[in-house]
């Protein structure tokens, strides 16, 4: 692997897992509930919503991670490609329980790693 | 709550599915590809990417809503289920054959969202449990 291909690997991880936790942030933000809450329901929710920066951290860094993923393309086949998206949801999964305090139960553990031991096998053949 | 999490996967995969096919479509229907105005002009005319952003849309609104009570790293694992989906969708639409390894793959992503719906079914019944 290049030294560029390297970084724009490394690029679109971080894009995918900072959109992914901003996302995140963004939908348990406590300013949608208490407006959702607070009579105004869902259009109340989604109002608040758009008036989150952590919304639009998600949005930029999903047009990022899109823009680096085409340029990784390019150098890159696509089956390689593919092998990424195994890394995302591995540290999507870690980021979640430092950030979110979300319990990882064996289950989950297993459940997570066949999807993404799946992945990789759908995308290194 | 698994009532929740089970339509709004379902319309997850299904937006997600249908703007990958939509692209598809395009795609097809826009080639020859080239950096030019012309293809971006065959591309703006096909009504076909027109439902490719509203799958993108209809996909961004729904995550969200998911994430609203979905523990964000379960949710992203199971919403990969869509690389199952479009390989299916692509064999109905386009005939193209899933070889041995794809299916494989396919197996092991569907195990492990089998595996998450039971790990969600155990995590309520503790939070039932420790309600008393």
């Not at chain 1, 992914?20 to 208490?34: C, M, S, V, Y």
């Not at chain 1, 289950?107 to 759908?122: F, S, W």
């Not at chain 2, 949710?75 to 794809?102: C, N, Y």
Request: include cysteine.
């Amino acid at each position: 692997m290049s030294n560029l291909v390297f970084w724009l690997w490394f690029g679109n991880v971080f894009f995918d897992t900072i959109g992914q936790l901003a996302f995140k942030a963004a939908a348990i933000a406590p300013e949608n509930k208490l407006a959702a809450e607070g009579g105004g329901g869902l259009v109340a929710y989604w109002c608040g919503l758009v008036r989150r920066p952590a919304l639009w951290l998600g949005i930029f860094s999903y047009v990022a991670e899109f823009l680096l993923w085409l340029a990784f393309l390019t150098l890159v086949p696509l089956s390689e490609g593919v092998l990424l998206g195994s890394v995302n949801i591995i540290v999507i999964m870690i980021l979640g329980r430092l950030f979110f305090h979300e319990s990882l139960t064996p289950l989950r553990l297993i459940g997570i790693g066949l999807v993404a031991l799946g992945v990789a096998v759908v995308g290194a053949f | 709550m698994r009532k929740f999490y089970l339509i709004g996967f379902l319309f997850l995969l299904s937006f997600d599915t249908l703007a990958q096919i939509s692209f598809k479509m395009t795609a097809e229907a826009a080639a020859p590809p080239a950096l030019d105005s012309a293809w971006f002009l065959r591309i703006a005319a096909q009504p076909w990417v027109y439902l490719a952003i509203s799958g993108y849309i209809g996909a961004f609104f729904t995550w969200i809503s998911l994430l609203r009570r979905a523990p964000v790293g379960p949710a992203f694992a199971a919403a990969h289920l869509e690389v199952v989906t479009v390989m299916f969708a692509s064999f109905w639409i386009f005939g193209e054959q899933p070889d041995l390894p794809r299916l494989a793959g396919a197996g092991l992503i569907i195990a492990g969202i089998i595996v998450l719906a039971f790990s969600e079914k155990q995590q309520e019944a503790e939070a039932e449990h420790s309600r008393g």
